[in-house]
């Protein structure tokens, strides 16, 4: 009512660069490539992304109009003719929430993947790593920075998008370990010396060990002749 639409601008911006673009979309390139295209991990992601879509069309509509108007025709599901004529979207709202894993929670491991990210990019400026798949990760962090990573599980991982993590009690980090910005996590990254899976690309052990498929990993062979691999979170 008050036309601040810079605003609207800077929150929705915001959005699609940092909790979108600098973090979920990111995270769940793997789940979209490399699991079953009918899968539940698949399937569940891109029902996630339909939601996200319904609200940003009409988020964007007062100042974007004829771009709202273009998205809104490609949409998927029954829709009136114009964007224009529908009010704010409640999905997001009506949604289960998980009570372990809100925004606070959520924040927490943004700040942890930031801190990662500068050191996997230190460690690409000083050629000890390629791309951020050829990395391991320990993250040493205070007793409340450990409980909430380990609801993660080994999901962690393809959070801040590395082949492998590991989560240690801070007072074990070795002297060689970084100190982040973050207050209570010192972390250690290590070039892998595992062979790379020629369809997801992470580095693991059991590379080579599956005879009809010796250039994959066992989870990528799962996702395709078996009933697919489980994910929670990420």
Same mark, same amino acid.
């Given at each position: 009512e008050q036309y601040r639409f810079w605003n609207v601008y800077s929150k929705v911006h915001n959005f699609? @660069?940092?909790? $979108?673009?600098?973090?979920?979309?990111?995270?769940?390139?793997?789940r979209q490539y490399t699991t079953g295209a009918d899968s539940l991990p698949r399937r569940s992601c891109q029902t996630a992304l339909y939601h996200i879509a319904e609200a $940003?069309? +009409?988020?964007?509509a007062p100042i974007l109009a004829f771009t709202a108007e273009e998205i809104w025709q490609y949409l998927p599901g029954e829709r009136n003719e114009s964007v224009m004529l529908n009010t704010w979207y409640a999905g997001?709202?009506?949604?289960?929430?998980?009570?372990? $894993?809100? +925004?606070?929670?959520?924040?927490? @491991?943004?700040? @942890?993947?930031?801190? @990662?990210?500068?050191?996997?990019?230190?460690? +690409?400026?000083?050629?000890?790593?390629g791309g951020n798949l050829q990395a391991e990760v320990t993250l040493y962090a205070d007793d409340a920075l450990v409980a909430d990573l380990a609801k993660l599980g080994d999901e962690l991982r393809f959070v801040l998008i590395t082949s492998a993590v590991e989560v240690a009690p801070l007072a074990q980090a070795p002297a060689e370990a970084v100190e982040s910005e973050l207050v209570g996590l010192k972390l250690l990254v290590k070039k892998t010396g595992y062979a790379k899976c020629g369809r997801c690309w992470h580095h693991l052990p059991d590379v080579g060990t599956h005879a009809a498929h010796p250039e994959i990993c066992g989870r990528c062979v799962e996702n395709i002749e078996g009933a697919g691999e489980v994910r929670h979170h990420a």
């Open positions: 699609c @660069v940092q909790e $979108l673009g600098g973090f979920y979309l990111d995270i769940i390139k793997d $940003l069309v +009409r988020w964007i997001l709202a009506e949604l289960p929430k998980d009570a372990a $894993l809100d +925004r606070a929670f959520w924040d927490k @491991v943004m700040a @942890v993947k930031a801190a @990662v990210n500068k050191e996997l990019e230190n460690q +690409r400026a000083a050629k000890t790593i």
